[in-house]
């Protein structure tokens, strides 16, 4: 099930609304009844009153009561309503009924042990009806004998129940035309609410496929603008990441179909030959020109994974730059004997911490290296030196480069000044890259004593997250 934002805010907010609405009605309506009960109890018990000031004021010095007139007419007052149906009963102190229907029962045992000179209310059934009663005792003392008497008036709770009904009714009517208006108001405020999001949509699915601008988030709300910053993060990353690709294809493109040329020239050449040293020179070439070839790709792919845009797939860590450059630079003392040049390290005694991936700088160092030993005659040096200000140098007194193709070293598919130079062009721009995803620079200089060339690359302090 598709979860809806508009659905979840109308829940959220219409059911505790009306949960609060609903058990705000039976509070009302229970306190209606109290009320209710307490109003009419008041007139019941001043009915009884009424009652008890006729008996005291009807009897004689025997202890009887005159009630044939006066009880008679209140008799019809007590039994003569428009709502509800009275009962009364006068009883004297054996029980015996002096007046009314008798239709009362006492009250049950638990009020009879409470009952002293207070009146009491319990609830009973008559006629199947229920009906509020109150029972009230009336002691006299005559000739010095007391005398005692019960008076029972109980009415059915018509009355009681329509004003009760009524409170309610006056709570309930302008409390649901209000929730009515306010859950017609959360809907179109929800909606309003929501309309920037609808427009952003719409926005959104009008873009071709190749649209990376960034989402305009000037006009959507507070909450949301975090979300779409991240994903105009995501965006960006996602353009650099089709930049990329367009440019390894354009590379991959530029940079083997010379080579392939070449190969296929190489082949159709042997295959014409009948002479055997020429087929095996044709074939000597063809060997070269594979071996290029790989090495093409090998340093497109690198800098394909080296692309600024593949920072997210680096391992870093904290590492000792000097430690990793000795080790390297170890790797490289047999190749660099068999082409007859010195492969030196410098370093001071110290550890030179940075934070990077291990396997990238070497991956660096590597293209340095090559470099130096591909364009170096026999007999020249290459130092590799690393120094407190984490800075990493290649060092040698080879031909050099002239100052005027030294900003161009780094470009990709640069092969010297005159473009007939060996190798793929692509070292030095991997090197520059590798060093840039560090968050470094590099720089190429001239040697000591204006001889060779002089290749920097500069790293960041190590970062204390790591």
Not at 72 to 94: G, P, R, V
């Amino acid at each position: 099930m598709t979860r809806s934002l508009r659905r979840i805010l109308l829940i959220w907010l219409l059911i505790p609304m009306l949960t609060l609405f609903s058990v705000g009605t039976l509070f009302v309506y229970q306190r209606a009844l109290s009320y209710s009960e307490d109003a009419y109890d008041r007139a019941l018990i001043e009915s009884a009153n009424d009652i008890d000031q006729l008996v005291r004021t009807s009897l004689n010095n025997n202890g009887r009561i005159d009630l044939l007139h006066s009880m008679k007419e209140m008799q019809d007052i007590l039994l003569t309503d428009q709502y509800d149906k009275n009962f009364f009963s006068l009883l004297d102190e054996q029980g015996h009924l002096i007046a009314g229907d008798g239709k009362l029962p006492l009250p049950p045992l638990d009020a009879k042990a409470t009952i002293g000179e207070n009146p009491i209310f319990y609830d009973t059934v008559v006629e199947g009806r229920p009906v509020r009663t109150v029972f009230k005792n009336l002691h006299i003392e005559l000739t010095g004998e007391p005398h005692s008497w019960r008076i029972l008036l109980g009415e059915t709770d018509n009355k009681r129940e329509m004003l009760a009904g009524d409170i309610l009714t006056g709570f309930v009517v302008p409390q649901t035309i209000i929730i009515f208006l306010a859950s017609l108001l959360v809907v179109i405020g929800i909606r309003q609410g929501l309309a920037p999001l609808e427009s952003l949509r719409i926005a959104v699915a009008r873009r071709s496929h190749n649209d990376m601008q960034p989402l305009d988030v000037s006009e959507v709300p507070s909450e949301v603008k975090p979300l779409l910053q991240e994903i105009n993060r995501l965006l960006e990353r996602l353009q650099a990441m089709l930049e990329a690709q367009k440019r390894f294809t354009a590379d991959t493109a530029h940079r083997l179909r010379t080579p392939l040329a070449g190969l296929s020239a190489q082949i159709d050449f042997a295959r014409v030959q009948d002479n055997p040293p020429q087929t095996r020179h044709a074939l000597d070439q063809v060997k070269k020109v594979s071996a290029n070839l790989n090495h093409a790709i090998s340093q497109l792919l690198s800098l394909a994974r080296n692309d600024p845009s593949a920072w997210q797939s680096l391992h870093m860590k904290t590492l000792d730059l000097a430690m990793l450059a000795r080790q390297i630079t170890m790797e490289w003392i047999e190749p660099a004997k068999n082409q007859r040049i010195d492969l030196g390290f410098e370093g001071d005694n110290f550890p030179c911490v940075i934070t990077g991936d291990p396997m990238r700088i070497k991956e660096l160092l590597d293209n340095l290296l090559d470099n130096a030993l591909r364009y170096c005659p026999r007999g020249s040096q290459v130092t590799v030196s690393v120094t407190q200000d984490r800075t990493l140098s290649v060092e040698d007194n080879g031909p050099g480069i002239p100052a005027e193709a030294r900003e161009h070293v780094f470009e990709r598919f640069h092969r010297g000044i005159d473009g007939r130079a060996e190798g793929s062009g692509l070292g030095l721009a991997i090197v520059k890259e590798i060093a840039e995803i560090h968050g470094g620079s590099v720089s190429a200089t001239e040697g000591r004593d204006g001889r060779g060339v002089l290749f920097s690359v500069s790293f960041p302090a190590a970062s204390p997250a790591f």
